[in-house]
């Protein structure tokens, strides 16, 4: 027994079908203000002895990453460097989801840094130049999620039960999938696949951000160093969701509406390009202590997307839509991102063959916005400024050189303050313990490893928030430097 319309409307072609998967496409990957946030966020930076220190850097600043955390540190180094770094990422996400719980690892491994500094030789003072790659941030998660979900389902968001319905039905994913229907006589949707369903879901992202830089740094007086960085960034974004609800417990059996099963996949790819700059100062007592300022422009990314879905529906008495295959549908866009400045402070002090350091990074995230976009997604520049707030990020960090044995033995702790206006708990704030070794393996060669573990909490909405996931994330991250200096 075929399934029919209530009404008298006619069968879609399949080719409508697609261009209504377009837009549903479209509308599920609209711009999110979370979108500008990714880009805008950085990872655990650059250079293991920066992160065994708990990236407090900035009023350290004396090797190859000084190029990322302070270019003015460069002016401190008086030979030549040629560095190299490897990171590895294990991250983790365990979600709750209606009483259920899930966990999902992901994992990548990158180039983190490859560089040379090259001091000018001056009559007087300091001139070093820097130029090299850098990995500034990895966009590697999972999530995994099932459970009951007794109170909404995601048709709702498609046809909600009652609603008026467009004069142009083509764009609608629920009457397509003969999951709702229409009441001519009214006016209104169909829709009585309301709640009480198996919710499944799948994410895995991955991608990150890759800075290309040079720069340059002098002595402006005694002991007073000026440095700028200037950067062009390129990376990529990848997203793929698998997504299915299920009817398990027979709560939808009346026919048409004999509901079995819905089968969501989605994934986006991004092509991301930006440029910046940063300035940087170092004021530095020689063995006893330096002081930092870092000032970094705000990031005008380019982003180019390229996102699909492919859907399909199952009922109880056989019927599966389409008949011919899942519906596909690809679409593209682009938009810009504008982030904000960021102002950062570092002091270190050294106390004969211990180094002690700390900096505060502040960044007001309501400058964050859209740019150069379709009128929809600028307007949520409005958004911006009423969900995410100012931050200040703190870094401690030491370093004890035992020179007997040519060790430097590291520690440090990174306390990220959440963006998000409403996340007023500490839970939903990053942190990391890190620690790390520098081990001299000749008089020109160095070796530094690093380790940070990181713990937070946040979640995730599948559709609104009566289908939300909440996650418990633990990251593992590790990297390995070797400079060598001439």
């Not at 295959?325 to 504008?338: C, H, L, Q, R, T």
Request: aromatic share 14%; no cysteine.
């Amino acid at each position: 027994m075929s399934k029919k319309r209530f009404d008298s409307t006619t069968r879609r072609t399949w080719f409508l079908t697609f261009i209504a998967l377009s837009v549903v496409a479209a509308q599920s990957y609209a711009q999110f203000p979370e979108d500008a946030l990714r880009f805008a966020t950085p990872g655990v930076g650059v250079g293991a002895r920066s992160l065994g220190m708990g990236n407090a850097y900035t009023g350290v600043a004396s090797d190859f990453s000084a190029i990322y955390w302070n270019p003015a540190g460069l002016a401190q180094m008086e030979h030549g460097e040629f560095s190299l770094g490897l990171s590895q990422l294990n991250y983790k996400g365990k979600g709750t989801f209606f009483g259920g719980s899930n966990s999902l690892a992901n994992n990548a491994t990158n180039l983190n840094s490859l560089g040379l500094v090259y001091p000018v030789p001056v009559h007087k003072g300091s001139l070093v130049l820097a130029f090299g790659y850098a990995r500034q941030s990895n966009f590697t998660t999972g999530l995994s999620f099932e459970g009951f979900n007794p109170n909404s389902s995601i048709i709702q968001t498609f046809a909600r039960d009652g609603a008026s319905f467009p004069s142009d039905l083509s764009d609608n994913l629920a009457y397509q999938l003969f999951l709702s229907d229409i009441d001519t006589v009214n006016g209104t949707f169909i829709s009585p696949i309301r709640d009480r369903v198996t919710q499944i879901g799948r994410v895995l992202e991955g991608g990150g951000l890759n800075n290309w830089s040079v720069a340059g740094a002098v002595d402006i007086g005694r002991d007073l160093s000026a440095g700028l960085t200037l950067t062009y960034l390129s990376g990529s974004y990848k997203y793929e969701r698998e997504y299915t609800e299920q009817d398990n417990d027979a709560s939808h059996t009346v026919f048409p509406f004999d509901f079995d099963q819905l089968t969501i996949d989605e994934f986006v790819e991004s092509d991301i390009s930006g440029v910046n700059a940063k300035l940087g100062l170092l004021y530095r007592v020689p063995s006893r202590f330096r002081f930092g300022i870092g000032v970094k422009t705000p990031t005008s990314f380019h982003v180019r997307e390229d996102f699909g879905t492919t859907a399909s529906s199952f009922f109880d008495d056989g019927a599966v839509f389409p008949t011919d295959g899942p519906f596909e549908s690809f679409a593209s866009g682009e938009y810009d991102v504008i982030t904000p400045w960021v102002f950062s402070g570092g002091l270190s002090v050294i106390i004969r063959d211990l180094v002690l350091s700390g900096d505060v990074e502040y960044t007001d995230w309501t400058q964050l916005e859209f740019d150069d976009a379709n009128p929809d997604v600028i307007a949520l520049n409005k958004d911006i400024k009423e969900i995410f707030r100012a931050t200040a990020n703190l870094r401690v960090g030491l370093e004890y050189d035992i020179r007997k044995y040519g060790v430097r033995v590291r520690g440090g702790f990174i306390y990220n303050t959440s963006p998000y206006e409403q996340d007023r708990s500490s839970a939903f704030d990053q942190k990391y313990v890190t620690g790390g070794l520098g081990i001299l393996l000749s008089g020109s060669t160095m070796l530094d490893i690093a380790y940070a573990r990181g713990w937070w909490q946040t979640d995730r909405v599948n559709y609104d928030g009566t289908s939300r996931v909440d996650e418990k994330i633990t990251t593992n991250n590790f990297l390995a430097t070797v400079s060598y200096r001439f």
